[in-house]
């Protein structure tokens, strides 16, 4: 079985500060992690993802995370924030190979505010 | 970028009308999915297909019904739409070689 967990159902930064949001997932299987994020009345777009090769993984927009085992964590950063990344965020969670319909399961998302 | 699209993008309609949610992608992927949002919550899948004429429930209960006829197009219907039913339903694909899943904009459903 798998679940995600996301620590903070909002987070809000100043603009160009650091952002992190955590997320801590539980899988029997290696996983593999995603993180989406979603603008309003959007759908989601992949930001980056681990498949078990390099542990940080850098995505699109500046963020990256750093997939570590020993912490069952999965975290997303930014070094600096900007007024643009103000979205919800869904860190997901698969078993990959493991499964063959490939099923994600979500994160009950975050929201980031950035303050002017 | 994924090609994924779905129509009407907003949809009002009143209690007992059957409706029909479309998606479709260009990209021949193989899996497609259905979720549910509601405001400011997870989502929740409530129907995949591994393929054409292949469709298996979700984890979460729906009286809604989908099918797979075609690669590109996997539409979900309510035969009789009930205010319960509003929500946002999100739809998306994913390549037989890859995990991630690609998303289309969704339709937010008004039932009143």
């Known amino acids: 079985a798998q679940s995600v967990t996301q620590l903070g159902s909002h987070v809000s930064v100043s603009e160009g500060a650091l952002v992190l949001l955590r997320c801590n997932y539980s899988?029997?299987?290696?996983?593999?992690l995603f993180w989406y994020v979603q603008y309003p009345n959007q759908g989601l777009q992949l930001l980056l993802k681990y498949t078990s090769a390099a542990t940080l993984v850098k995505g699109i927009n500046g963020f990256e995370a750093e997939f570590k085992k020993s912490e069952t964590s999965f975290h997303l950063t930014k070094p600096s924030a900007h007024m643009s990344d103000a979205a919800e965020y869904f860190c997901a969670v698969s078993p990959g190979r493991f499964s063959s319909a490939s099923k994600i399961i979500f994160g009950s998302g975050t929201r980031l505010s950035i303050r002017p | 970028e994924a090609d994924i699209y779905q129509t009407p993008r907003y949809l009002v309609i009143g209690t007992g009308k059957k409706i029909t949610l479309e998606c479709s992608q260009t990209m021949g992927h193989d899996k497609m999915y259905w979720y549910q949002q509601d405001p400011g919550m997870e989502l929740h899948l409530i129907h995949y297909s591994y393929g054409v004429n292949s469709t298996e429930k979700g984890d979460l209960s729906s009286e809604s019904t989908v099918s797979r006829i075609r690669t590109e197009h996997f539409p979900l219907t309510l035969e009789s739409a009930r205010p319960s039913h509003t929500s946002q339903y999100l739809c998306?694909?994913?390549?037989?070689?890859?995990?991630?899943?690609?998303f289309g904009p969704g339709t937010r459903l008004t039932v009143t």
């Open positions: 899988s029997s299987v290696p996983p593999y």
């Open positions: 998306a694909s994913s390549p037989g070689n890859s995990y991630e899943q690609y």
